[in-house]
């Protein structure tokens, strides 16, 4: 059973940076693709990056790109996102996943294992 715990929301003004963490524990990390996913109030939740097991390829949803990264460190079973130039539009609850496909997929159904979330407030 593959355990996702994210760490690193929080409120921020709008322009400013963050750094999310999701920390995965059972099995073995370097296998996993992981995702970032958001879900604002009142919407679906929607992808936002992610980063195979192989080769190490990135993808981000376009409102994302040139200002999120994701990476990982295999050694820390730790996937991280890092957001600059954050918006308001930004703001939702974050959440990391888990899967085993290569390329790992930007639908909510690819994903077999999800953490509970970190918040992410953008303020204007």
């Known amino acids: 059973q593959v355990q996702l715990v994210e760490s690193g929301g929080g409120l921020v003004q709008a322009g400013g940076s963050l750094r999310l963490s999701c920390r995965a524990a059972?099995?073995?990390?370097?296998?996993?693709?992981m995702a970032w996913f958001r879900q604002a109030p009142g919407k679906e939740r929607e992808f936002v990056s992610a980063?195979?097991?192989?080769?190490?390829?990135?993808t981000y949803v376009d409102s994302v790109k040139g200002r999120f990264t994701i990476s990982r460190d295999n050694a820390k079973n730790t996937v991280y996102l890092q957001m600059n130039n954050l918006k308001a539009e930004d703001t939702a609850v974050y959440y990391c996943?888990?899967?085993?496909?290569?390329?790992?997929?930007?639908?909510?159904?690819?994903?077999?294992?999800w953490g509970q979330g970190t918040q992410v407030t953008v303020s204007s």
């Open positions: 980063i195979s097991w192989g080769d190490g390829s990135r």
């Open positions: 059972g099995g073995t990390f370097s296998l996993y693709s």
């Open positions: 996943a888990q899967n085993y496909r290569d390329p790992p997929g930007d639908r909510v159904a690819l994903y077999d294992h």
